[in-house]
């Protein structure tokens, strides 16, 4: 029994330094890959920088799982978090981190694909292509900057969350249909 | 492509009763299905006829399109793990895997490893948690590479963090071995959140099939005034009706847009959507006469 023991755990030994090592030769190629052939409009990420955008998965909000990792690379692009160039999670690490399927996020890669808006690139990874973000992104900071003077001024007023969120969407109505009027 | 799993007309009498009968079912390669009903709804006998642990008694199963009793080389591809992921006790982590690599003519030290994580060697089986239990069955069986895994019942005696870790690391391993995936589980919540496609066993056949996504999209709840029930405009079935002495509350199955506008329309989840199809059919009963407390007087 003991002799057992002892034969396997020098093997996992053996084991766990076949492992480390492999790793080692992973990074020592993902670290070369970084510097030479890549294109010109890619950014390829290196392993060691989190991702660009982080999924998370509303499990009582009805809409189908891709659709929501579709919506979310949309809302990035449309607010400028992420930008061409930039290279979305793997498909594996979208797994690993929301525990979902695999196919599911292959699913949601290739509806962003027929849209144009990410390309795949074969075994480096799925890229933005094309932004969703208006000229006018420009004017973000100071539109954004005027609004909290708004919103605490609305807070100052007795307005809570859902009535501010009431008023600006019925504001928002209304001045869209005097537009098309 | 020959399909992961094939059963025709398939079906398993035990001593007395069928513990499944007349089930017809494909499965393609490379989906995640899950596998939902009742207890002794028939998914252990289905997942062990399709592991080659038990034989039919009429109609026929293909695995990886090869008949696993017939030839049982086709197991080889095929991972398997019953409920409670039966272990050596008395084993160590350490002996466990090599006891499975020895016993299989493939085997992958990385994903093993990868899967294990922290998990000690010389740990006694008997000593692990049920979580870690399961986490080292998932390893040993992902070592073989399976192309087919069968999972009956992972998420028993796994508290949800648990489960959450459990699915992590077989989505992983799936993404990474490409291998077609039978879970039969009760939890439905992580069945949404990984299956494409859903099978519901009940009473030993096959009660519903589908694409959980084309499943949630075609169903829906209504809600309305109680009143006899004509035909509705997109609505193909009336699956479940429910109601109180006002209130009708309909599940369907719907064909097109529903635009009647005295019902409400709601969205529903699987989990009540699969409820309703297990439920026995409960017709609309001629409406009692409202109780109404007698009048009292107060002098």
Redesign the interface.
């Known amino acids: 029994m003991t002799r057992f023991c002892l034969g396997h755990e020098s093997s996992s030994q053996a084991l766990a330094a076949r492992v480390e090592s492999r790793r080692q030769v992973l990074r020592t190629l993902r670290y070369q890959d970084s510097f030479s052939g890549r294109e010109p409009h890619t950014r390829p990420r290196s392993r060691y920088h989190p991702p660009v955008i982080q999924f998370h998965l509303d499990p009582v909000s009805g809409v189908a799982t891709y659709l929501q990792i579709v919506q979310q690379v949309k809302e990035a692009l449309r607010l400028g978090t992420i930008e061409v160039g930039d290279q979305l999670p793997t498909v594996r690490e979208v797994v690993a981190d929301l525990a979902i399927n695999p196919n599911t996020v292959a699913k949601a890669y290739r509806s962003l694909e027929s849209e144009g808006l990410v390309v795949a690139r074969q075994g480096r990874g799925t890229f933005i292509s094309s932004t969703l973000a208006p000229p006018s992104l420009r004017h973000h900071d100071a539109l954004r900057a005027e609004l909290e003077l708004w919103l605490a001024s609305a807070v100052r007023a007795g307005l809570e969350d859902e009535s501010i969120r009431a008023l600006i969407s019925a504001t928002l109505r209304q001045t869209r249909s005097r537009r098309v009027a | 492509m020959t399909p992961a799993l094939d059963a025709r007309a398939l079906g398993k009498r035990f001593r007395r009763a069928w513990g499944l009968r007349d089930c017809t079912l494909t499965i393609p390669q ?3 299905v899950g596998l939902a009903g009742p207890n002794a709804a028939g998914k252990s006998t289905l997942l062990a006829l399709a592991a080659g642990l038990l034989a039919p008694t009429e109609g026929s199963i293909a695995v990886l399109g090869c008949d696993p009793l017939r030839e049982p080389s086709v197991l080889a591809d095929v991972g398997f793990v019953p409920q409670g992921a039966p272990l050596y006790r008395s084993f ?1 982590v ?2 466990a ?2 006891f499975a690599r020895r016993t299989n003519p493939r085997w992958d ?2 994903i093993v ?2 899967v294990l994580g922290r998990l000690g ?2 740990t006694k089986v008997g000593a692990l948690s049920a979580a870690e239990r399961t986490q080292l069955a998932l390893a040993l069986v992902l070592g073989k590479r399976p192309r087919l895994l069968l999972l009956d019942e992972p998420f028993g005696g796994l508290d949800p963090f648990a489960r ?2 459990f ?2 690391l077989l ?2 391993g ?3 071995t490409s291998a077609t995936v039978v879970i039969a589980s009760h939890v439905m ?1 992580e069945i ?5 496609d859903i099978v519901l066993l009940a009473g030993g056949s096959v009660r519903l099939e589908g694409r959980v ?1 084309s499943l ?2 075609s169903h829906r709840i209504l809600m309305g005034p109680r009143r006899p029930i004509g035909t509705i405009r997109g609505v193909r079935e009336i699956v479940r009706e429910r109601h109180s002495d006002r209130q009708l509350t309909l599940l369907v199955l719907s064909d097109g847009p529903i635009v009647d506008p005295s019902w409400t329309v709601e ?1 529903v ?1 699987l989990e009540e959507l699969l409820l309703a199809y297990l439920a026995p059919p409960e017709r609309l009963q001629p409406p009692k006469p409202p109780e109404r407390l007698p009048l009292q007087w107060h002098g």
């Open positions: 490379g989906a995640i160590t350490g002996q895997i090599e030290a990385m490893a990868s060697a010389r959450r870790e699915l992590k989505m992983d799936v993404a990474e919540a949404e959140r990984v299956c494409d996504e949630l999209e969205r989840g």
